[in-house]
Structure formats: structure tokens, C-alpha cells
């Protein structure tokens, strides 16, 4: 075994968590289905590890639905989350099922959790770029209490967010959609078991006249965090949806930075993302125009 | 730190003195002596080491074995029932959906999650079912066929 650390804590409230994490600092980290943190260790890049702090024991695996939108408990594993019901029949959700569907395999669906798609920050995952394309916030616990931040803000970096000492997510924060909203998410991979080369999360709206609304374009795998394509999005703020509209905005990506890999050099990528980025408006669109007609 | 933990594996119960991060794979093989549970790649990438868990499949070489305490674990070993087969077993005898049968457990016990939560899967829920298990010598013609066929010869 690879992965020796000294103490693993199955604390019982919010606020043991946050003096635990005070208390042991850099060597503490959380775990909910472990997947993430074990393969850094097989990797050799958990070694200042000591203190495990497991969640099993806090009730945050939960999905519901009040005014405010669709609250997930930071322990909710993905397979929760498929199945959930407060997911069906709301045509917004679509693109956190297509982003689940691309998470893969079933056996790391069953533990893996939302918190850890989210605190692990990493570009190569597929649901972050989902949860940013709907507005996400994330809930906050700390030594002092609860915050809450946009999903957008609180990436940083590769591995990097904002959490501060003493802090942990409690629940992802799905805002109530806007009226006749349509969402989609796109992902490239070298083969259906691989993190992603390219992802894109799309949200619009669009109204009677199919003028578009309130745009959210985010592109995964690309950077070091998932970027926002702000220039797209302005293409499409207030126009008319056609093919005209899409392909603006597929060029109005221009030559973006895109972090090469070993599967996939920059220009690849961003070949890639072009095409996704114009499949994915055609379907977000689409959806935003079955909903308004309904 | 070393603590008792409650485990609850093919329906017997064992209390085990456990480190901190003992993995449920290395405990049922080593402590439990269930060698059916196989070590691959050892970071979840292989699944020859899957179990199931409460009726999900999950990836034993990559959970802490004390996660598990309150959970119902199965492995290859508690899938027969008073010496007979499931209907999962049967058709891969029947199908050769193995060869060497290094990967076998952790696919029969793949395809009983997936057959037991659906029990008719399209071709495309079968393959997607396998994504986590990998095969290096059969190649997975036969181990669809067994798992397409596995209803024939009884329950999952």
C-alpha cells in the first residue's frame, strides 16, 4: 500500500470538520469517495497527506429543490445525482445528465461526489463545466460560518480554489434557470473511459423571436481552469439564432491559449472546441425553442 | 491508528483491527482470504477488483475499507446461492466469456449490477456497463454475448 497516512477522522458535524482542517492544516484533506485523492497518491503527489477527514458521516449527501433552485450536498455521488428526481422533467438539468453520462466508469459514478468534481479542481473533469454553464454557486463552511461563491470564481487553478483554512463545501447551488432555457454539454475524449481533451457547457435562452438571452459558454480541458468564452457569448447576446449567429461565435474564439497534452497539441484543441462549442449552441438552442413553444 | 471496523461481506459479519487507509481490496483478499477479488492496476483504471456495494459495482483497490462499514458488500465469492450459478455465471461458462479469467469476477460482478438494476439492457447499456472493466485476451465479443444471454440462464 502506497497510501499510508496516520489518522482518518469520520467527524459527525460541519464545525469538527473546520477544526479538524484548522487544526492540521496543509496535511489534512477531506475524502468523500476517495477516488481522486488515491490516484494522486499512486502518483506519488499526496505525500504531505497525513490526516484524512472523511464526510460519510455528515449528512450532505442529499439532492433537493426549494425557490432558490437545486441545492446538492457536496457527498451526493454522481450515480445520486443521475437518479435523482428533482433532475427530471426540467429541460435546464440536461446538461448535468450529459455531463454525468460522459463520467465514466459506473464504478467510480457510484462514489465519486460532486464536492470532489468540484474541490478537486481540475480542468480535465466534465462536471464542473456543466456546473458553471448553469450559474453554479458553491456553499461554503468555515471556521466562522457559511459563504457562498460562484463556481466561476472559486476555480483558481489546476488544484487550486478558494478555499481558505478551515474551510469546506457543503452543497452545489443550481440557481432556478431562466424562462425558456435551453443547456447542452459536449465532450471529446480519446476513448469513452478518458478524460476529456475538450469539453463545452452551453446555457441560453431565447425568446419568441429565437433572440438570444443571457448566454453561458464555458469550454473545459483547454486551460487551467475552465474558460469562459465572454467574446462568444457577446456574439450571441441579443442576436437572432441561425447558422449566421453560431458560426460568429465559433470565431470569435480566435486563437484562445489552449494547454497542450500528449493526446491533443493547442491547435488541435482548438479545432476541437470549435466544433463542439457550434454542436453545442444548435442543441442548447433547440431545447430552448422546444421548451418556449411548449 | 489502528481501529476496529465493521465490515458486513457476503452476508457475514467481521470485526477487523484496520490502519487507517486499509483498502477494502487488500482487506477482503488478505484478511478475509476472498481471493476471487483481483489486484490489476491498483488505482482504478482495470476493475478487476470490482465489488459490488449495497448493488452498485465500485472499485474495492480505491475505497477505504472503513467507508464501507454500515454497507453490504459482495464479492464473486457471494454471488452463488446453496452451490448454484447465477444466470450471469452460467452464460459466461457457457459463452467462454474468459479466457485467462483474471478480469472474469470483476466483470460478472459488473454485469450483476447492471442486470439486477436493469435487467434488459440495450447493446449500448451493456457496453457502457463494461467501460470500467478491462479485458487483455478474450476480447469482449464473447463476454456481450454472455452478458446478452445471461437472462436465459436465470436470475442475475
Same mark, same amino acid.
Given at each position: 500500500?502506497?497510501?499510508?497516512?496516520?489518522?482518518?477522522?469520520?467527524?459527525?458535524?460541519?464545525?469538527?470538520?473546520?477544526?479538524?482542517?484548522?487544526?492540521?492544516?496543509?496535511?489534512?484533506?477531506?475524502?468523500?469517495?476517495?477516488?481522486?485523492?488515491?490516484?494522486?497518491?499512486?502518483?506519488?503527489?499526496?505525500?504531505?497527506?497525513?490526516?484524512?477527514?472523511?464526510?460519510?458521516?455528515?449528512?450532505?449527501?442529499?439532492?433537493?429543490?426549494?425557490?432558490?433552485?437545486?441545492?446538492?450536498?457536496?457527498?451526493?455521488?454522481?450515480?445520486?445525482?443521475?437518479?435523482?428526481?428533482?433532475?427530471?422533467?426540467?429541460?435546464?438539468? &440536461?446538461? /448535468?445528465?450529459? *455531463? =454525468?453520462?460522459?463520467?465514466?466508469?459506473?464504478? %467510480?459514478?457510484?462514489?465519486? @461526489?460532486?464536492?470532489?468534481?468540484?474541490?478537486?479542481?481540475?480542468?480535465? &473533469?466534465? /462536471?464542473?463545466? *456543466? =456546473?458553471?454553464?448553469?450559474?453554479?454557486?458553491? %456553499?461554503?463552511?468555515?471556521? @466562522?460560518?457559511?459563504?457562498?461563491?460562484?463556481?466561476?470564481?472559486?476555480?483558481?487553478?489546476?488544484?487550486?480554489?478558494?478555499?481558505?483554512?478551515?474551510?469546506?463545501?457543503?452543497?452545489?447551488?443550481?440557481?432556478?434557470?431562466?424562462?425558456?432555457?435551453?443547456?447542452?454539454?459536449?465532450?471529446?475524449?480519446?476513448?469513452?473511459?478518458?478524460?476529456?481533451?475538450?469539453?463545452?457547457?452551453?446555457?441560453?435562452?431565447?425568446?419568441?423571436?429565437?433572440?438570444?438571452?443571457?448566454p453561458?459558454i464555458?469550454?473545459?480541458?483547454?486551460?487551467?481552469?475552465?474558460?469562459?468564452a465572454a467574446?462568444s457569448e457577446n456574439?450571441l447576446r441579443?442576436?437572432?439564432?441561425?447558422?449566421?449567429?453560431?458560426?460568429?461565435?465559433?470565431?470569435?474564439?480566435?486563437?484562445?491559449?489552449?494547454?497542450?497534452?500528449?493526446?491533443?497539441?493547442?491547435?488541435?484543441?482548438?479545432?476541437?472546441?470549435?466544433?463542439?462549442?457550434?454542436?453545442?449552441?444548435?442543441?442548447?438552442?433547440?431545447?430552448?425553442?422546444?421548451?418556449?413553444?411548449? | 491508528?489502528?481501529?476496529?471496523?465493521?465490515?458486513?461481506?457476503?452476508?457475514?459479519?467481521?470485526?477487523?483491527?484496520?490502519?487507517?487507509?486499509?483498502?477494502?481490496?487488500?482487506?477482503?483478499?488478505?484478511?478475509?482470504?476472498?481471493?476471487?477479488?483481483?489486484?490489476?492496476?491498483?488505482?482504478?483504471?482495470?476493475?478487476?477488483?470490482?465489488?459490488?456495494?449495497?448493488?452498485?459495482?465500485?472499485?474495492?483497490?480505491?475505497?477505504?475499507?472503513?467507508?464501507?462499514?454500515?454497507?453490504?458488500?459482495?464479492?464473486?465469492?457471494?454471488?452463488?446461492?446453496?452451490?448454484?450459478?447465477?444466470?450471469?455465471?452460467?452464460?459466461?461458462?457457457?459463452?467462454?466469456?474468459?479466457?485467462?479469467?483474471?478480469?472474469?469476477?470483476?466483470?460478472?460482478?459488473?454485469?450483476?449490477?447492471?442486470?439486477?438494476?436493469?435487467?434488459?439492457?440495450?447493446?449500448?447499456?451493456?457496453?457502457?456497463?463494461?467501460?470500467?472493466?478491462?479485458?487483455?485476451?478474450?476480447?469482449?465479443?464473447?463476454?456481450?454475448?454472455?452478458?446478452?444471454?445471461?437472462?436465459?440462464?436465470?436470475?442475475?
Amino acid at each position: 500500500m502506497v497510501f499510508k497516512p496516520s489518522d482518518y477522522f469520520q467527524p459527525t458535524t460541519p464545525e469538527e470538520v473546520c477544526e479538524l482542517l484548522s487544526k492540521y492544516g496543509k496535511h489534512a484533506r477531506i475524502v468523500a469517495g476517495g477516488t481522486a485523492i488515491y490516484e494522486l497518491a499512486k502518483r506519488g503527489l499526496a505525500d504531505e497527506v497525513k490526516e484524512i477527514i472523511s464526510l460519510r458521516k455528515i449528512p450532505l449527501r442529499y439532492v433537493r429543490r426549494d425557490e432558490e433552485g437545486l441545492h446538492v450536498g457536496s457527498a451526493t455521488t454522481l450515480a445520486d445525482l443521475m437518479a435523482a428526481e428533482q433532475t427530471r422533467n426540467d429541460p435546464s438539468m &440536461l446538461v /448535468l445528465m450529459e *455531463a =454525468l453520462h460522459e463520467i465514466r466508469p459506473m464504478q %467510480v459514478r457510484a462514489v465519486a @461526489t460532486v464536492g470532489g468534481e468540484i474541490c478537486t479542481s481540475l480542468p480535465l &473533469l466534465d /462536471l464542473p463545466t *456543466a =456546473l458553471l454553464a448553469v450559474d453554479t454557486e458553491v %456553499v461554503i463552511q468555515g471556521p @466562522t460560518g457559511r459563504r457562498t461563491i460562484l463556481l466561476e470564481e472559486f476555480l483558481v487553478d489546476f488544484f487550486l480554489n478558494t478555499l481558505g483554512k478551515g474551510e469546506f463545501m457543503i452543497e452545489a447551488l443550481i440557481p432556478t434557470q431562466p424562462a425558456h432555457c435551453g443547456a447542452a454539454f459536449m465532450k471529446f475524449g480519446r476513448t469513452a473511459y478518458d478524460f476529456n481533451l475538450v469539453n463545452a457547457g452551453v446555457r441560453l435562452a431565447l425568446d419568441a423571436k429565437r433572440v438570444c438571452m443571457d448566454p453561458r459558454i464555458f469550454l473545459g480541458g483547454v486551460g487551467r481552469v475552465p474558460f469562459r468564452a465572454a467574446s462568444s457569448e457577446n456574439e450571441l447576446r441579443g442576436s437572432e439564432i441561425d447558422g449566421q449567429s453560431i458560426s460568429r461565435a465559433v470565431e470569435a474564439l480566435g486563437q484562445f491559449k489552449a494547454l497542450p497534452q500528449i493526446h491533443g497539441d493547442a491547435e488541435y484543441k482548438r479545432d476541437l472546441a470549435k466544433v463542439l462549442l457550434r454542436d453545442c449552441i444548435k442543441r442548447a438552442s433547440e431545447r430552448s425553442l422546444v421548451v418556449s413553444s411548449q | 491508528m489502528n481501529d476496529i471496523v465493521l465490515l458486513r461481506v457476503n452476508g457475514k459479519r467481521y470485526d477487523l483491527k484496520l490502519g487507517p487507509y486499509a483498502l477494502l481490496s487488500d482487506v477482503i483478499r488478505d484478511d478475509l482470504g476472498l481471493k476471487g477479488t483481483k489486484r490489476g492496476c491498483d488505482f482504478g483504471g482495470c476493475g478487476a477488483c470490482t465489488v459490488l456495494m449495497d448493488g452498485h459495482a465500485i472499485y474495492a483497490c480505491m475505497m477505504p475499507a472503513r467507508e464501507t462499514e454500515g454497507h453490504e458488500i459482495t464479492t464473486i465469492e457471494g454471488l452463488e446461492a446453496n452451490g448454484k450459478l447465477t444466470g450471469v455465471q452460467q452464460s459466461f461458462i457457457k459463452n467462454m466469456g474468459f479466457q485467462c479469467g483474471y478480469c472474469t469476477p470483476g466483470i460478472i460482478i459488473s454485469a450483476t449490477a447492471l442486470l439486477r438494476r436493469n435487467p434488459h439492457p440495450t447493446d449500448d447499456e451493456i457496453r457502457e456497463a463494461l467501460a470500467g472493466n478491462l479485458c487483455r485476451c478474450t476480447g469482449y465479443t464473447s463476454i456481450f454475448k454472455s452478458i446478452k444471454e445471461a437472462a436465459e440462464f436465470g436470475p442475475p
